[in-house]
């Protein structure tokens, strides 16, 4: 089923391409919105999925806006979040 969820560092092309490539196995086409804040990605999703696409968000340093994340987690996943943006941006 197709839903939507806001994510957090989301800045660019490059790190919507990053979510794009990184999130295609295991959810297929995926779709990121960065004309809202927060941005928001579109995927097809089963409710035994979520708490994966949770963990692969953070991984790439983007959590879901719902996430509680302490502050170290905050800071962690924004600095990911900037490599990711530069792996997304010369994967393009």
């Given at each position: ?5 806001e ?26 919105d ?8 579109t ?29 170290l ?8 979040s900037f ?10």
């Amino acid at each position: 089923m197709k839903q939507t969820f806001e994510v957090l560092n989301v800045k660019c092309e490059g790190c919507a391409n990053t979510l794009i490539k990184s999130l295609a196995d295991d959810f297929g086409e995926v779709s990121v919105d960065l004309q809202s804040q927060p941005r928001k990605i579109t995927l097809s999703i089963e409710t035994d999925q979520l708490e994966k696409l949770k963990l692969t968000l953070r991984s790439l340093g983007y959590p879901l806006s719902t996430d509680e994340l302490n502050t170290l987690q905050s800071f962690a996943t924004n600095a990911k979040s900037f490599v990711s943006c530069a792996i997304g941006k010369m994967d393009k």
